[in-house]
């Protein structure tokens, strides 16, 4: 067999392996398998290219595997649950940079005389858009991670003219992208690619300034996805078929991931990256927020332990608030109190609650709730009316009645838990903030809501804390 056959067959095998894993991925009894598939695909994608390219020193590339797998380890190690959005910047900005570096090498290598490509058109129009995607990838995704991690204010930043200015500066990259590709003078050229390179990186900073802090997931999750077209560009460069496979699988999972993830906060792509959504407080109250009836009427720990004790079918609905909280554990610890009070608990997860996707699969996953009580939005709006009690902790837009029937809404159209159709709903916040969007809510002015104000956290602790004395006594 010819050494050609053996290196792509090897590929053939590492795509295969990267497809199960991503499908694999997909469920959450699965996933751990899935990722370690796509592990074992990625060192067959290594070892075989490594032993295709005929390296003559691998001193560095021993060097950068150690480097790399010690910061590798440590994050595995010792990033948070709770940070896994900054974590996953990161990693797509790095994914960035590397297709950026392999552009530009590539560029140098070819400058120097030591290989003249077949098509040097196609090869330089590669070489720019590995180049240009990988800088805005890079860049975006560093602006997404400080605004996460909270380094830089996560308020959208507006300024007159903005699109206008972000058009010019895509057109000019574009040109000096042109001048590269045609260009014969050597020195036109070079300063084509110092120009298309800085521009890239001014742009991924200026392309993700307009959009808040709320909507960076969505804006990592298409990053997510830049980050695999670079890879992809990169794989082109090269002329690595497998690089180009991996890269095209990380691009159209990350645009499904965010058409998803728009679909489920019913508003368009277009509008997440260019409304400025959550740079100002949300506009005056219209339709059913100015018309909003009842009021807020407030439980103790005490009265909402009676309420759950007389329980039998009860829903959780974890929004956002339990993040915060970090109320994950003691929120498992209570629903198991119930279940030995003898009702039945399920967990209501939204696909968009939090502030990252699977946000709330990520965090009840880490306090062991077992994955068969976690019930998806579509299956357990249907039995909503069957249910004594629906618990809803730190959730709001997710629960806001007005998704569903208020017109003049700025949330009409997402899909809800319909949380207001139980028999009692108990609220936990601390205060009357509002949520995500700065919309207030009819669901805690509803005659069947009660609040239970504080911190989530403490309040469950007050009703554990009740369970525990009934359980003693
Ligand atoms: P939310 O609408 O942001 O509401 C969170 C609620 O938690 C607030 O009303 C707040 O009220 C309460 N809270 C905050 N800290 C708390 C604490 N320590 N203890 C108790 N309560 C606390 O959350 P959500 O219902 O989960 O909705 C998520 C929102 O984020 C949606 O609008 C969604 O479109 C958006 N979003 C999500 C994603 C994603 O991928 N998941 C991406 C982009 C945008 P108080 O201040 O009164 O306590």
Not at 71 to 87: S, W
Not at 194 to 223: K, N, Q, R, Y
Not at 372 to 389: A, F, H, K
Request: charged share 15%; with cysteine; aromatic share 6%.
């Amino acid at each position: 067999m010819s050494r050609e056959i053996i290196i792509n067959s090897s590929y053939i095998v590492a795509s295969i392996l990267f497809i199960l894993g991503l499908k694999m991925l997909g469920r959450q009894a699965t996933a751990r398998k899935g990722n370690l598939i796509s592990g074992v695909g990625m060192l067959i994608a290594i070892v075989v290219t490594l032993l295709d390219r005929h390296v003559i020193d691998y001193t560095w590339i021993i060097t950068g595997i150690v480097i790399g797998s010690v910061i590798g380890l440590a994050c595995a190690r010792f990033v948070k649950m709770t940070t896994m959005p900054e974590m996953v910047a990161l990693l797509n900005g790095f994914g960035g940079l590397a297709s950026l570096i392999v552009g530009t090498a590539e560029y140098f290598r070819i400058r120097g005389g030591t290989i003249v490509p077949d098509h040097p058109e196609f090869t330089a129009s590669v070489i720019f858009f590995a180049v240009l995607i990988g800088g805005i990838t890079f860049s975006g995704s560093i602006y997404a991670f400080c605004k996460l991690a909270e380094w830089l204010s996560g308020r959208a930043v507006l300024f007159r003219g903005q699109h206008i200015v972000n058009g010019m500066l895509l057109v000019l990259t574009v040109v000096a992208g042109v001048v590269f590709v045609v260009a014969g003078d050597p020195f036109l050229q070079l300063a084509a690619v110092g120009v298309f390179v800085a521009l890239a990186l001014v742009l991924g900073w200026t392309l993700v300034m307009p959009i808040g802090g709320g909507d960076m997931p969505v804006v990592i999750s298409m990053l997510n996805s830049l980050s695999g077209l670079a890879a992809c560009a990169a794989g082109f460069v090269i002329s690595n078929n497998v690089l180009v496979v991996a890269g095209c699988l990380v691009g159209t999972s990350g645009v499904i991931l965010t058409a998803i993830m728009c679909r489920a906060m019913n508003r368009s792509l277009a509008n997440v990256l260019f409304s400025g959504f959550g740079a100002v407080p949300a506009a005056t109250a219209s339709g059913e927020a100015a018309t909003m009836q009842g009021e807020l009427k407030p439980i103790s720990a005490e009265d909402s332990f009676a309420v759950l004790e007389a329980a039998r079918q009860v829903v959780i609905i974890p929004g956002y608030g339990m993040a915060v909280s970090q109320a994950q554990h003691v929120v498992r610890e209570m629903a198991e109190m119930i279940e030995r009070n003898g009702a039945e608990v399920r967990f209501a997860i939204h696909p968009v609650a939090g502030r990252m996707p699977g946000h709330m699969n990520v965090l009840l996953a880490e306090a062991n709730v077992p994955y068969e009580q976690l019930v998806e939005m579509d299956s357990i709006n249907p039995l909503m009316p069957t249910m004594d009690v629906a618990i809803v902790i730190g959730a709001n837009d997710v629960v806001n009645p007005a998704a569903s029937r208020d017109k003049a809404s700025p949330i009409y159209g997402m899909p809800i838990i319909n949380a207001h159709e139980a028999r009692t709903v108990i609220c936990l916040k601390r205060g009357k903030g509002t949520g995500f969007s700065g919309l207030e809510n009819q669901l805690f002015l509803m005659p069947n809501t009660r609040m239970l104000y504080g911190d989530a956290k403490s309040s469950l602790q007050g009703v554990v804390a009740e369970f525990k004395s009934l359980a003693s006594t």
